[in-house]
């Protein structure tokens, strides 16, 4: 078993599917058939490998590629990663029971499509390469430009070439960053011994670097990720694509493509870059405060469903922004938190939403009404997921938000804020209560929402339609239950990760103490207490579950040449 | 997960009581089974629904009972006992669910599972015919699952989270007749009101963690923002941060309870909240969940009512009084039988939130347990009335129903009364002491207490004289309610006559008086008054009458005077009050005309402006291409155009250049 490339594997088979579907007799059923299987195994293989792995860790898996580059095949997972993988898997496998009823053309090439999607995701989570993590990232383009532009609506080609290049455009910055930073490691080391390997690049982030390049490097990944969040003003290929994409592709990609972006700032970002990410943390905040409230108002006038449901997407994407700008174990743990509750919930939505079109064939919310009565079953599950969306208490959505909230209060990353060369005094708190506005927003559009579509008289044009069929009231079940179980024993996922965001906080401990000094000092403070302000006690990482990413770098060669190092080279 | 807890000092009861969190879960259970059951189809008997429910209910009243017992034998010696469990712990940050037990939370149990078991045998009459019979019992629980969670929180923490649970209830169920639209929009008012109130409570509760937040990180720090640790916490927020600050969080926090039990100005929800069923009325929108800001404000009484609290008990007592007469007023107005009703439970919870205000705790929870009691026979038996009358809910259209429904018209009269304030029903020893207290403290909400109680005395004896006495104005048949809803009223109608006296430790000495039971945590609580004020009490039953006989003389049969006199003779203050002071409409425009044109004008700039540029580049991109692609158009004569022109261009540079 230990010896079992596990990543590898989790990868490859939604390959193999992807190559064996297509040879299939083409009888609707039996692809069908193979397809929900073949998902469901890769679901359950992850859940098994995921689980085997809390007792015995995987290792990495090394496979030289072009070491004379310093490029390997180095695929992993700490728990961050892990949890990923299982939404990825999960979502994965709902996707295709999604797909029985709403796809019903040329469906060989559709799944097989998926399952690339699928692989090309799994790999960006569980890359350790960064070349590799680039590959990754920029493969699941393919597969998302066809299962758009093929099995999308009336104007599926423009949606398409909208995401692609939109995409393209941020992985230009992605791309530079990962060069710059490889050559900034192969000067510190020597060009044999550097890598593109996660351990060595976050070794030479961490070590020498200019603060003016590791800024650069953060803006570098941050632009790149940033289109993939979305983050305003990047989004606006997100309601486009949402709405021509298929059901079963919007759930996935608001589901889990968005959090490749989500999972690169939190990874990279603000993993590798700490002085840089304590510079932009305003910034960053900042503009998740925007993406909050700005897309919550634009949500909120929508007429096409799907569109309004796109902008709540990106609007709680926000959070996650706002907690890692808090730079504490309580933010990044509420900005991981947030990735898996809004893959859960805006699933959810997106499947509401499909099985609605798929009844009436219109996105119109003025033409909807009356299905609370109609469709009781599509009413119960579609409330419990705006439910959970406007973050009510014991659903999915809310320990994502209030991990969010408390983070970002007791944090002290910034108290000041310089826009346009003026020092506003906009400290964490304050534009965090603006988030906070938020939540009533978030509440409003929500439930006006089901009130025009779900309330209300049964037209007489609707009267004669089906409720839930069995196959989506099991992709709804499979949904409530996650997000009931998340909401009722939210530290069943936080402790996954909290090793890893635990080491991710250390790193900023130091600095953000430091910066609380000063002010400890100021006279206005006299009988001041000791201001404890937002260093937070670790729990000791005794047991050392995973080999993590940040506690590799300590072992790390790099990090002893450091010292040895005196001169410039 | 199960943590030794550190609020329980005797280790032999904390054996005993160890799973009293189970008294919220039952009902949770009933709701679960209901939900499955539909869904499974197995479920389909309408008596079995209603028994799970009720069942479930009585189920915690039995718990609580039973804890209660264990309780007494200890409580000397720890006047709060409870038990926590980690919810979500993240670095410092620790999260905890439990239950915590004290007199008030005792009180509150009692009150929640009585009026709810009630309720719930009368919603078997009341909902009978309705096609979402099963649906309704199933949100019946769900609602009583959060609201004991809510009353059994140990922490701010889960006091938030089923304080969002049973908005959520209250959302569904008046919401529950789902195809009429103005239920719907009701139910999504109340939701979004409390939430703008919920949003002032999690902002109260981030600062208040945010400034003592070295209180909560400690190696033996308490859970976060538990009750007990409260006090100390508040000093620390005191001594660190001044009294401006402290008041502020306060104030902040004080923002929950003014959506959730109607304070003005976040009181709006209230009145449209009676689309929904009218046991929703009584259950939710009287006796129970409207009360649960009160609740939390005795829970903040550590923070509240501490020496530098001062600011924000004013301001407590103040929009609980002006809330009573502001409520009144209106109340005076309404012909909806349930809106009147509605509008006098807002103006009851105003005296509530002032006794708070005014430093006496015991005797706004007083109130609050009688107010219970007696409104929610009230709510029932103008239910028992609608359903007499064929869903009427017009006044104008009812008259004389004393005869053909005697109980109810017994029951409400029983009920009127003790609103009012007479002796000896049980509203009259709550509302005296809290007039008593601003008699004590403030001249001024004295008058307002006084005077709110004679208009209380109008509107609800000109609602009971409308409605029972003299000719029947409507339509249909009316009739009298089967057992099953009378038999919930007769009960109820014990506690509103003697749950008073009972309590007030004048008459039976042999059991403690709820001011002896139901006293203020910590030691700051001012003393409230233990002996009848004569002066207050003169007064108080002098106005009642004034209300009474002016309510007698308008609307008995006798119709000494007429309405309308009034009516036209004060018309600008007749226009106010019937327009609900226009609340409605201020909210309105704001929601309306002001947020949804900046949301109007977002959606343009996203399309036109955000994605205009995106667009732009794309499109200069394209232009540009095809605007080069032009010049590599293959003629031979054209590329020799651009070389001659060229090459003449350069010789006129040349010579400029040369001839300078």
Same mark, same amino acid.
């Given at each position: 078993m230990e010896n079992l490339p596990v990543y590898s594997i989790l990868i490859v088979l939604p390959l193999l599917l992807a190559l064996i579907i297509p040879m299939l007799p083409d009888r609707d059923r039996l692809v069908h058939t193979v397809a929900v299987a073949g998902s469901a195994v890769l679901w359950v293989l992850s859940a098994f490998f995921w689980y085997t792995s809390l007792t015995t860790p995987f290792p990495n898996q090394t496979i030289p590629w072009f070491p004379s580059l310093g490029i390997n095949y180095v695929v992993g997972a700490d728990g961050l990663s892990w949890v990923l993988v299982l939404l990825t898997t999960f979502l994965v496998f709902l996707a295709v029971l999604a797909s029985l009823t709403s796809i019903n053309k040329r469906l060989r090439f559709y799944y097989s499509m998926l399952f690339v999607l699928a692989a090309a995701i799994l790999g960006v989570f569980m890359a350790r390469d960064l070349f590799v993590f680039f590959l990754f990232y920029e493969l699941e383009l393919i597969p998302m430009y066809f299962l758009i532009a093929v099995w999308g609506g009336p104007r599926r080609q423009y949606a398409a070439i909208k995401f692609v290049l939109y995409t393209l455009f941020g992985s230009i910055f992605l791309l530079a960053a990962t060069l710059g930073l490889y050559f900034h490691a192969a000067q510190l080391l020597g060009a044999s011994t550097a890598s593109f390997e996660f351990g060595s690049l976050s070794a030479a982030a961490s070590a020498d670097m200019a603060m003016g390049l590791q800024i650069l490097m953060f803006l570098g990944f941050f632009i790149a990720f940033c289109v993939k969040l979305p983050m305003v003003p990047f989004h606006t290929w997100l309601p486009d694509a949402h709405v021509e994409a298929p059901t079963p592709i919007s759930m996935l990609l608001a589901g889990v493509l968005l959090k490749m972006g989500a999972y690169g700032l939190c990874r990279f970002c603000f993993g590798w870059f700490p002085d840089a990410a304590l510079a932009m943390a305003p910034y960053v905040v900042l503009f998740g405060v925007i993406n909050i409230i700005y897309t919550a108002g634009v949500a909120m006038v929508q007429s096409d469903l799907k569109k309004l449901i796109a902008y709540s997407s990106v609007s709680h994407m926000g959070f996650v922004l706002v907690g890692l700008g808090a730079l504490n174990v309580v933010g990044f743990s509420g900005a991981v938190f947030q990735m898996i509750s809004h893959g859960i919930i805006s699933a959810g939505l997106f499947m509401m939403v499909g099985t609605l079109y798929t009844r009436t064939h219109t996105r119109l919310i003025a033409e909807l009404g009356g299905f609370a009565k109609q469709t009781p079953t599509l009413y119960f599950f579609g409330l419990l997921i705006c439910l959970s969306s406007l973050?009510?208490?014991?659903?999915?959505g809310f320990p994502a938000e209030t991990l969010v909230f408390y983070g970002a209060f007791i944090s002290n990353a910034f108290s000041s804020i310089n826009l346009f060369g003026t020092t506003l005094d906009w400290s964490i708190q304050t534009l965090t209560v603006v988030a906070g506005i938020g939540v009533v927003l978030g509440a409003a559009y929500l439930l006006w929402m089901v009130q025009r579509v779900f309330t209300g008289p049964v037209l007489p044009k609707w009267s004669r339609l089906p409720d839930a069929t069995l196959s989506e009231v099991v992709v709804f079940c499979f949904l409530a239950v996650a997000i009931v179980g998340i909401g009722f024993f939210p530290s069943l996922v936080s402790e996954q990760y909290d090793l890893d965001v635990s080491l991710m906080a250390n790193r900023y401990a130091k600095p953000l103490a430091e910066k609380a000094l000063p002010e400890k000092a100021a006279p206005s403070d006299q009988e001041a207490a000791p201001k404890k302000a937002a260093v937070l006690p670790i729990k000791p990482a005794t047991e050392g579950r995973r080999v993590s990413m940040a506690s590799a770098t300590v072992t790390h060669p790099l990090l002893r040449r450091r010292s040895s190092q005196g001169e410039p080279h | 997960m199960i943590e030794p807890n550190s609020?329980?000092?005797?280790s032999v009861q904390f054996e005993t009581l160890s799973n009293v969190w189970m008294v919220a879960i039952y009902p949770l259970i009933a709701f679960a089974i209901i939900m499955f059951g539909r869904w499974q189809g197995f479920l389909k008997t309408k008596p079995v629904t209603a028994a799970i429910v009720v069942l479930s209910t009585l189920m915690s009243f039995l718990h609580t009972l039973g804890v209660f017992n264990v309780y007494k034998e200890i409580i000397g010696i720890t006047p709060t006992i409870g038990e926590t469990f980690h919810w979500l712990h993240v670095g410092a940050l620790h999260m905890d669910v439990g239950w915590m037990l004290d007199p008030t939370g005792f009180m509150m149990l009692f009150v929640v599972t009585v009026v709810s078991a009630l309720i719930q045998v009368y919603t078997y009459g009341y909902m009978e015919e309705d096609p979402n019979f099963h649906r309704f019992y199933a949100y019946l629980a769900l609602f009583n699952f959060s609201m004991l969670a809510l009353v059994l929180a140990p922490n701010l923490v889960q006091m938030y989270m089923f304080w969002e649970m049973v908005g959520v209830s209250s959302y569904l169920l008046i919401g529950f007749w789902v195809s009429r639209p103005s239920a719907a929009s009701a139910a999504v008012k109340a939701f979004l009101m409390n939430r703008v109130g919920d949003f002032g409570l999690l902002v109260g509760l981030l600062s208040f963690t945010f400034l003592t937040w070295a209180f909560w990180s400690g190696d033996a720090a308490p859970g976060l923002l538990s009750f007990p640790a409260l006090g100390k916490a508040s000093e620390y927020l005191m001594l660190h941060h001044g009294t401006a600050i402290f008041s502020i969080v306060g104030l902040l926090i004080f923002l929950g309870p003014v959506a959730k039990s109607a304070q003005?100005?976040? #009181?709006?929800w209230l009145p449209d909240a009676?689309?929904?069923?009218t046991p929703i009325s009584a259950l939710i #929108?009287?006796?129970?969940m409207v009360a649960a800001g009160v609740f939390l404000i005795a829970r903040m009484y550590p923070m509240y009512n501490m020496p530098g609290g001062e600011m924000i008990m004013t301001v407590i007592a103040w929009v609980g009084g002006l809330t009573a007469v502001v409520a009144a007023t209106i109340a005076l107005t309404q012909f909806d039988i349930k809106k009147a009703l509605a509008y006098s439970t807002m103006s009851q919870l105003g005296y509530m939130v002032m006794a708070m205000g005014l430093g006496a705790y015991a005797a706004g929870l007083f109130h609050l347990m009688t107010h219970a009691f007696f409104k929610a026979m009230l709510f029932l038996a103008s239910g028992s009335v609608i359903h007499g009358c064929h869903h009427e809910q017009d006044m104008r259209r009812m008259g004389g129903l004393h005869k053909t429904m005697p109980i109810t018209a017994w029951v409400y009269l029983i009920g009127t009364i003790a609103i009012t304030g007479v002796l000896p029903f049980s509203g009259f020893w709550s509302k005296d002491e809290i007039v008593a207290a601003a008699f004590s403290h403030q001249t001024l909400l004295y008058y307002i207490a006084v005077g709110t109680a004679g208009l209380t005395a109008f509107y609800m004896f000109r609602t009971y004289f409308m409605t029972f006495t003299g000719q029947y104005r409507g339509h249909h048949e009316a009739h009298e309610s089967p057992l099953v809803m009378t038999l919930p009223l007769i009960l109820l109608a014990i506690p509103s006559i003697g749950i008073g006296w009972l309590l007030s430790g004048f008459f039976v000495t042999d059991f403690p008086s709820f001011a002896t039971l139901i006293t203020a945590p910590a030691s700051f609580h001012h003393h409230a008054a233990?002996?009848?004020?004569w002066t207050v009490l003169g007064t108080s039953m002098v106005v009642v009458m004034g209300g009474f006989a002016a309510a007698f003389a308008m609307y008995s049969p006798m119709r000494l005077l007429d309405p309308a006199l009034f009516v036209n003779g004060a018309k600008p203050l007749y226009t106010l009050f019937s327009n609900k002071w226009y609340w409605d409409e201020f909210y309105s425009f704001i929601a309306r005309q002001v947020y949804l044109t900046v949301a109007q004008v977002s959606a343009w700039f996203d399309k036109a402006v955000i994605d205009g540029l995106v667009g732009l580049s794309a499109f200069s991109v394209n232009m540009s291409a095809s605007g080069l692609r032009q010049l590599q158009n293959g003629r031979v004569q054209s590329y020799l155009l651009v070389f001659v022109l060229g090459l003449l261009l350069l010789s006129a540079y040349t010579a400029v250049q040369w001839l300078n």
């Open positions: 973050g009510l208490p014991l659903l999915a | 609020l329980v000092g005797n003005l100005p976040l #009181h709006t009676m689309e929904g069923p #929108h009287a006796a129970t233990h002996h009848i004020n």
